[in-house]
């Protein structure tokens, strides 16, 4: 007997129907005689539905009300999945953050989750009951409502799987697992069935909705597998798992896009003086999410150059904070450049594998799209291209890897 | 500066627009120097699609599921309500009955107060801010979700109002008070100004659906004036108050007509061997809720017949009830009549009024409406009547007590 613990997202538990398919899937596990946490996130649009209530009421409620609004949604989705398995015969619980003791800090609306009580979770697991869990809530020391932000039911799940060392954390949702690419874009895109935790944490981070970026620092700390998959075939999903030398073979595992970019150029910095940290000190302030940054240095190592990657919301902001500070850093000139977008080749294979930029930067000149930035870490090579050939650089990249063949590191595949 | 309770039903609160009207009101009242503790409702119709949704999931779903299911209405409702408050500049802050310390007892769906924590209200209250409750809802000591029954949020807060010493409770609701009878029925029905804890009570039992029972009895009890006004304007609605000398000087104070009733008789029963306190015992435990019982003995004593009036639906199974009891009870028959009503006349001043029920019979014989059945107590007397002739009814008995005429006890009148 081994503990799972399985999540639904919004569009798995969109209607009664769906709720009842959950349903029965962790009844199944139950009947096999697994012990099952389920956590699950607020129904269909719901959460939508409640931020347009509140912008109705107010254009700029305070955070803590928000939050006490939008844990609503899930306390209705626990409640009513409980019902649905209690319908199907087998006992169930629903459970609050508050009930089962997931304590988080106190920024409402991005909390972090501090601690899990074991004790409730353990002695209605011990009783048979299926658990029920509300996803994305949680509750500081002095017992407000706190939430983990948009999408942080999967750190729920993650969280919970951790802490009750649950043999596997089950992710279901609305496509059948991780893509090479976003399908959308990329038609030949492939099913991954085998990603790192790194790999997954980058594709997340560069772009790929699928999954929450802590629900997978979850798994990589505590190195519970995590199996993302649809909640509607029983087909497998994709694992994401700690790295195995398998994975090493293939040099690229997934490629994405992220578009609605700009750019902040800032020339002539005189290096060495701290200039880029008091930049981003003020940009970190103003509250502007910087996607990547890119220096390099000239004349000697005497100037340097700069350039911000922002979303093209906060262009004019990040603009304003850079020419404010140009007179005190000596900064010469501040340029932007909007409509950008930028694709990512992802893989830990990177590392053993030579020649991977360049077979990136060929794909691009052969597709005959200019290069307006370049950046890499030890994993991901990032371009900067103009908005309009994102996707077709997103293909021209996912060709340029072969990312369409099978995995060769799937178990299908060693069949 | 005095404390007020403000409670507001769910059609105050149905939009963007009513929340702020609400809010208005209470900013109002905070401006004039007075502490201010609202308790809200589900919006509009919120429980009732809940409910909905919950029966789509399951025929029959846990009772502590429905409360967890449930609370999630007022629970969305504060959130609104403080975010309303602030965006008008002032401080406001939404409590749900855990956070509030509200403990109940454990029975889910009908729960009762038990007791409510004053330190966290008066910690907020003392810090300025308009405090908002989640009506409807408590928490056991378990620390489990329950609620009070429907439609009650005014015993929320009528009980705040006990605990805190409130100057007043005010029910802000979609009618402009109490009336002498429901204006839908009795076009020349009147508002009443000035009504006893008592005579209130029993208009509520009788059928008149503006205010839930027990917040009538924790007013009385804790002699917390409560105060029933509409929501839309600013005119004086119907204040309940402990009775006063002046009050007798009306016989009846309103009129009431339940409808869908039936009546089980039971004739010939062997009096005086507790067979009714048998029967009451059996339909008790079936969940029956009966609304009248006669009992009227003959055959020089030794003979009863019983008449038990309750709901229309509930009429086959009491029937099944009462003559599964026959032969051990030695029961003679058992009858049902279905398609009846009630009409109630209730007053504290029946007590000094002689032939009140004289009136009533007299009033009904002119109408050519026969009398099915009658019951009366201290403060009410209520004649059984044919369904149809019901609304009939209920004008003649209105009319006979000149019930439409400006009340002589109110203050508009004594000017």
Known sequence: MSLI????????????EKIHRAARRAVQERLHGHQVVMVVSAMGKTTDELLALARAVS???????????????????IALMAMAIHASGQEAISLTAGQLGLRTDSVHTRARIQSIDRQRLEQELASGK??????FQGIDQAGEITTLGRGASDTT????????????????????????ADPRIV?????????????MLE????????????????????????????????????????????????SVRGVTLKEDLASIVV?????????????????????????????????????????????SEDADHARD?????????????????????????????????????????????????????ISTSEIVISCVLAEDDGPKGMRAVHDAFDLSSPDPTSADNTD
């Open 5 to 16: 613990v399985m999540k639904f997202g919004g569009t798995s538990v969109a209607t009664a």
């Open 59 to 77: 254009p700029s409620p305070p955070k803590r009300e928000l939050d006490m609004l939008l844990t609503t949604g899930e306390q209705v989705s």
């Open 130 to 135: 299926v658990v029920i869990v509300a996803g």
């Open 157 to 180: 799940a993650a969280a919970l799987a951790a802490v009750l060392g649950a043999g596997a954390c089950e992710i279901y949702t609305d496509v059948d697992g991780v893509y090479t």
């Open 187 to 199: 038609p030949d895109a492939r099913k991954i069935d085998t990603i790192s935790y790194d790999e």
């Open 203 to 250: 594709l997340a981070s560069a772009g790929a909705g699928v999954m929450h970026g802590r629900a997978i620092e979850f798994g990589m700390r505590f190195g519970v597998p995590i199996h993302v998959r649809s909640s509607l075939t029983d087909s497998p999903g994709t694992r994401i798992m700690t790295e195995t030398q398998g994975m090493e073979a293939v």
């Open 267 to 311: 020339t002539d910095i005189q290096a060495g003086v701290g200039v880029p940290a008091q930049l981003f000190s003020e940009i970190g302030k103003k509250n502007i999410v910087v996607d990547d940054i890119v220096q390099a240095n000239h004349s000697g190592g005497s100037k340097a150059s700069l350039a911000l990657l922002v979303p």
């Open 321 to 373: 904070v850079v020419e404010h500070l140009a007179g005190d850093l000596g900064i010469g000139s501040v340029e932007v450049f909007r409509n950008l977008s930028k694709v990512s080749a992802i893989g830990v294979g990177m590392r053993s594998h030579s020649g991977v930029a360049g077979t990136m930067f060929d794909a691009l000149r052969h597709a005959d799209i200019p290069i307006w930035g």
